[in-house]
């Protein structure tokens, strides 16, 4: 296992576009004199510097930025470190005119020596580290131009942020590029609208997606499978209240940590408070103590698909990725600490086993620990023990190779470690999908007992465990995934039935009824175009299989099959019907 | 068909228990000399009156009351009608020192003549119809003691309400009391607790039920059934998010219409006003509005089983009969209106098939129309006629005797007419369960159009359809109605196996196996219990089938099935398997 501290080569590309960052503001005070230079740290795959200019900057703009980078970088001057006096530092962005800097430093830095780090002309107050010289900066490209507020407050001045992106050769750059290019075609939003998947209406408040009937034949695709399948596994699914009096979530502590994201509580003329809750934890704890529990009922696996609330705010919000209100597969495993190891180990399969179906394969695993010379951790140090050492075993119990795993020291949050899945998604983004996490603080303030064998009352250990996660949230990692031709299973029409001419409407029909009677979704296209109209129809809309039907398969009882990838066959209609249902029991990509 | 102003049974019924209300406070007068008595009316299977004594009455006083009514019926004196002017009523009660009937006829009541009632010595003011005389009355009982405060207003007096029941014979008495008998064991508050269906938890707030593993199993039973038929049937089904802006409501009516029962705002720090709705309608118009429809779009069937949420009175909630949040089946139609008789006789098949199936046979229709002399109403006299003409034919259509219709004339909601499914449940207690109505408000307010044949744009009918109720309604109706043993199909739990010996655990776990196979829940009782007390647990559990297995079973391959009902039989492990299967798939009960 690797540990945060020495993964080379996020870091590695981080100091890159770090530096290319640099490049860049050097390249726009160069041709804007006057600009002046906020802030330019790396992000996910790139890279932006935020700017104070006179002028409006357009994507003209850009090639001609891009082009005195690589100017400047042809000189290959050096990265130069410079640790300077705070006081020194600030006459010198004071005497450039580099207000924002001076802000920085003035409000933000209380450091008697700051670092400062100077590339030919340019100079900006920076950490580091970065790369030696600018000759290394082979293969960036600038990309957009946006607005951004000042410390991101939209009280403050607005400013251009210019991203870029950079990579340590051309060849990295050019794929990536290729994958932006695809980008606007598989942007789930867009193929969400096209394929008539959910609608974003303002009449319903943004980040509250409404899914119409294609986009809901996926989720009870995807929902009822979860359930059957956590079912299968042992879970006792239930269905809870999206509300909870608003004491509640002052007695978990989660109104005092998280209000902020909270929706603002419902208030009642009597005085009561309620509140959309923002995670199914406390009302899964009350499904627990709803009956004095014994070590016989352990483990009690309490699973719910639940909606959550969140208020993000609106300039955050983003199609399915960033909703306010979203449902998650969701569990909470009440357990022994003897039992611990194997409940991990099961909900790390399970992820394992959705992901493996849904064909999510780029992703690593992330483990957090504490670190151990601090001490600001709920629990004692036997249990933290306990904990980290099921999490790291059972990661090495399912086969887990070492480079699939980060390991960061005190990235734990205060009431237990975790593992996480970190996916990264068709256009090579990040995020956190599945969890399990180990949890010695709820327990604790809901008062959690079980008695134990020898009839006195323990505590039980409880485990957060997603092991899907949120339905909008992968289904728009799905759709940019698929670009919209999803596995059959997930079809919201599985099969076309074309009739080649009116007389063969009948056997289409006939054709129809078979196919529905193996329980898929099929649809006859009757219209009156042209057959070629109803193919290329049915093409964009990603159906996965075409049945042309005319004389000859109606006089053979078959159908004349076009599979997505053009792959034609003739096919007895009893033998196409019964592949097609296999190939949706087995849930096939 | 009946109107409802010749509805004579309801009617009869209600003289009789409101003659028996005036008997009650008859005898509570010469028994307390100085009772006050206060309203008296009769009520769904009975009648209560209110009174303002010096004394608590207890469950004890109701025999001794009850006596002194039966005493003066057999002196059997009339009921006289007399009207009396508005002034010598008032100097009557005032004598009498009934001040409540003073301040009715002071405050209430503006008639110069007003009708008053004397039986023997009592006389109460009262507009009637009444029985001849007491002696008709030969079935009453007078069942308990409540608090009531004068004008339902906490701020007044509180009175001491005496409840009674009345019917036309003492074997209608019988029979329901005996029905009354039962209500305890049948209590689906009672038995949600006993058989873990679902739990109240103050934590969450009142009126907010949380779902347990085993109510779980029933309501996913229940929807996914739900869900599928409604596919089957041509329905779309949408998942739309469970807030909107409270704008959308404004414009839609529903905030000025019924903000008294409709959750307070969540008011954002941006001005963002959310609204949890109160119901489906104006998302799944959001839908229809998706895009441009055209006459070949409909009928457009947009189906949800759609969270609602309703502020309810916190004494006004009542297990799951009356809660905050529901889920409702619900279905929105969109056609033209030369469809309407279609769509209104699609959607009471699909009403009737979904009680046939759940058993419920106690109902009838009521159509509720509009008062042709008044005015206000919205949408056109043809649209009226259209409407009121295809409910009619299609309650015809579909072969409903007259006799299970009820006509309200004038009983219409101003937007449109309807047609009720009156549900009585195990109690006896008429509610409204399914519904299918036709409105042109909507539409209009939210500007919903078609693209009609002829290229112009028309405004589509409307119809709100719920087919099945919601969820927790049902759910309360079916356990009272099945007093916890239900269907096969429904049960949480289809088979408990209970091996006779330990040494049959293992052939027990393989007959569980099997019937997992056959997708049926199953469990294995291997507790260290004796027998006897494992058949006990399992019939107490309401439990369809259990099947016993011991060394003559697993050399046979057989089990020993014990029914419901006490039927009991050998059978080969496959047949029973493949038996409970077809049950279960033919939803039987």
Redesign the interface.
């Known amino acids: 296992m690797r540990s945060i501290a020495d993964h080379e080569s996020r870091d590695a590309l981080d100091v890159l576009r770090h530096s290319a960052a640099h490049l860049l503001a050097a390249a726009v005070t160069q041709l804007y004199p006057g600009a002046k230079y906020a802030i330019g740290p790396p992000v996910e795959n790139g890279f932006y510097y935020d700017f104070d200019l006179d002028r409006t900057l357009t994507e003209a703009d850009l090639q001609p930025i891009e082009d005195r980078m690589r100017q400047i970088a042809s000189e290959d001057p050096a990265y130069e470190r410079v640790e300077t006096r705070r006081e020194e530092a600030i006459e010198t962005f004071r005497n450039l005119g580099q207000d924002y800097k001076v802000e920085l430093l003035e409000k933000d830095i209380t450091d008697d020596v700051v670092p400062l780090y100077r590339t030919g002309d340019f100079v900006d107050l920076c950490r580091g580290p970065h790369v030696h010289s600018a000759g290394e900066l082979k293969a960036f490209k600038l990309l957009r131009v946006a607005g951004a507020y000042w410390r991101a407050n939209e009280k403050n001045r607005q400013l251009q942020r210019v991203y870029g992106t950079a990579w340590p050769t051309p060849q990295d750059l050019d794929e990536y590029l290729q994958l932006l290019g695809q980008a606007e075609q598989r942007d789930h939003k867009r193929l969400g609208r096209e394929l008539?998947l959910f609608?974003l209406?303002?009449?319903?408040?943004t980040g509250?997606?409404?899914?119409?009937?294609a986009?809901?034949?996926i989720?009870?695709e995807l929902e009822?499978w979860i359930?059957d399948e956590e079912l299968a596994r042992g879970y006792?699914?239930?269905?809870?209240?999206?509300?909870?009096?608003l004491?509640?979530y002052r007695q978990t502590g989660h109104w005092e940590l998280y209000h902020d994201s909270m929706?603002?509580?419902?208030?009642?003329?009597?005085g009561?408070e309620?509140e959309?809750r923002p995670m199914n934890c406390?009302?899964h704890m009350?499904?627990y103590q709803?009956?004095l529990r014994s070590y016989r009922d352990l483990p009690l696996r309490v699973a719910e698909i639940g909606?959550n609330y969140r208020?993000e705010k609106?300039g955050e919000l983003m199609g399915l990725v960033r909703v306010r209100?979203f449902d998650l597969n969701d569990a909470h495993i009440f357990c022994t600490p003897q039992q611990l190891h194997g409940e991990i180990v099961g909900a790390l399969e399970l992820s394992r086993y959705f992901m493996r179906t849904l064909g999510v394969e780029d992703y690593y695993y992330r483990l957090s620990v504490r670190d151990r010379s601090s001490g600001k951790w709920i629990g004692s140090d036997d249990e933290w023990d306990t904990a980290e050492r099921a999490l790291r075993e059972a990661l090495v119990g399912i086969g887990v190779p070492d480079d699939q795993v980060v390991v960061g020291e005190g990235e734990a949050a205060f009431y237990g470690p975790k593992i996480d899945f970190q996916v990264r998604d068709a256009m090579r983004r990040e995020f956190t999908n599945n969890t399990v996490q180990v949890d010695f603080n709820l327990p604790q303030r809901l008062g959690l007992e079980y008695v134990a064998e020898d009839g006195t009352r323990k505590r039980p250990v409880m485990v957060h465990r997603g092991a899907f996660g949120s339905i909008e949230r992968m289904t728009a990692y799905l759709i940019e995934q698929y670009s919209g031709a999803f596995p059959t299973w997930l079809s919201p029409v599985q099969v076309v039935v074309v009739p080649i001419k009116t007389e063969h409407v009948e056997y289409a029909r006939r054709v129809e009824e078979r196919l529905r009677k193996a329980r898929l979704r099929v649809r006859v296209d009757d219209r009156q175009e042209r057959m070629q109209r109803k193919l290329v129809d049915a093409h964009e809309e990603r159906v996965p299989y075409i049945a042309v039907v005319g004389g000859r398969e109606a006089e053979a009882g078959q159908v004349s099959v076009t599979a997505r990838g053009d792959a034609r066959s003739v096919e007895d209609l009893d033998g196409f019907a019964e592949r097609l249902a296999l190939e949706v029991a087995e849930r096939r990509r």
């Open positions: 008539k609608l209406d303002e009449r319903t408040g509250l997606p409404i899914w119409l009937p986009g809901t034949t989720r009870r009822r359930v006792s699914h239930v269905i809870t209240p999206h509300l909870a009096k004491d509640l929706f603002p509580p419902i208030e009642f003329e009597d009561l309620l959309l406390p009302h009350l499904v709803s009956e909606r208020y609106s209100a």
